[in-house]
């Protein structure tokens, strides 16, 4: 099989751009370029972000369906807030989702977690700075 032809039927038969596929896959325009022209045959970790990229499942890669079942393509958003790469905006978008799909409970022990090492950092900056002026 080759993945690089697969991968562009997928991404073409969805009117996708490898820049489109950078920023949902987090996956660099030029490497998937490279993919696509057989010159680097990726792992299946690296499918699988693509798989998931193209929103079907890993399986659906491999079949010879160019039109695989739909799954939710990962969150796409520019906005700054979300990190300033596609690589910051995945995993910010991975951080979101894993915290919604947590009991309540779960998700004020790890946000407070969060806010106590963020606080801690930034007090440490603070104590630094103020000795430095």
């Not at 993945?3 to 660099?28: A, F, K, M, T, Y």
Request: glycine share 6%; aromatic share 4%; with cysteine.
């Amino acid at each position: 099989m080759n993945i690089g032809r697969r991968l562009r039927e997928l991404r073409e038969s969805r009117n996708l751009s490898q820049g489109d596929l950078e920023v949902r896959s987090g996956l660099l325009r030029c490497y998937t370029s490279r993919v696509e022209h057989g010159h680097t045959v990726p792992g299946v970790e690296t499918i699988e972000k693509y798989a998931n990229a193209l929103g079907i499942a890993l399986v659906a890669f491999f079949s010879n369906e160019v039109n695989a079942p739909q799954r939710e393509p990962p969150f796409t958003s520019r906005d700054p807030d979300w990190g300033s790469t596609p690589r910051e905006r995945l995993q910010n978008h991975k951080i979101i989702t894993g915290l919604a799909k947590m009991n309540e409970r779960d998700r004020h022990l790890v946000l407070a977690l969060v806010q106590r090492l963020t606080g801690a950092k930034r007090a440490k900056r603070q104590k630094l700075a103020s000795r430095a002026a």
